[in-house]
Nanobody, 115 residues
Framework: QVQLVESGGGLVQSGGSLRLSCVVA????????MDWYRQAPGKQRDLVAR???????NYADSVKGRFTISRDNAKNTVYLQMNSLKPEDTAVYYC?????????WGQGTQVTVSS
């Protein structure tokens, strides 16, 4: 069983920064690829960033150069550092992983960027 708990969302002005955290309960973190997704009101849930077990990363074009995903295996935690935030980054952000064919999601954390 894998449980994901996000934190770090909030309200920030345009141009500001936030760091999201996702703690993964259980002993499997070291062998999990980890993702951050986001979902704005009325829109689909989209992949924002991914980090593999080996530390390789990739990003949605809309966040490249502004967001950084990282992981700390000693703390079972994946992070999303978000800089130069824009109003269009406003969404609920979700931590995600999968084990074989089973998807696991956190409860989500709201990020609101005011103009």
């Amino acid at each position: 069983q894998v449980q994901l708990v996000e934190s770090g969302g909030g309200l920030v002005q345009s141009g500001g920064s936030l760091r999201l955290s996702c703690v993964v309960a259980g002993s499997m973190f070291r062998i999990l690829n980890m993702d951050w997704y986001r979902q704005a009101p009325g829109k689909q849930r989209d992949l924002v960033a991914r980090i593999t077990v080996g530390g390789s990363t990739n990003y949605a074009d809309s966040v490249k150069g502004r967001f950084t995903i990282s992981r700390d295996n000693a703390k079972n935690t994946v992070y999303l550092q978000m800089n130069s935030l824009k109003p269009e980054d406003t969404a609920v952000y979700y931590c995600h992983t999968n084990v074989v064919i089973v998807d696991y999601w956190g409860q989500g954390t709201q990020v609101t960027v005011s103009s």
